[in-house]
């Protein structure tokens, strides 16, 4: 059985540049807390952009996307508004 944390690293949220979900988050907790400062300090999103939102992700091929990720982080505290 995978725990969360071998579940973060794995878990590849930008397939363009192999980013995975551990990574976004460690991002944002070194304070990247907006889109455009996630992507610069990740590279997610820079390449095709359907990980960056449902919106540039017509054929929801991504679990779950970029902005949805900031919004979580935010509603749980660990980003400003």
């Given at each position: 059985?995978?725990?969360i944390k071998e579940?973060?690293?794995i878990y590849v949220v930008c397939e363009c540049m192999d980013v995975t979900y551990g990574e976004i988050l460690s991002a944002i907790k070194e304070g990247h807390c907006t889109l455009d400062a996630l992507?610069?300090?990740t590279g997610a999103g820079t390449a095709c952009g359907?990980?960056?939102s449902r919106d540039d992700?017509?054929?929801e091929e991504r679990a779950i996307h970029l902005d949805e990720i900031l919004a979580m982080a935010k509603a749980e505290g660990n980003c400003p508004d």
């Open positions: 059985m995978s725990t579940v973060e690293d992507m610069d300090a359907k990980c960056k992700d017509p054929d």
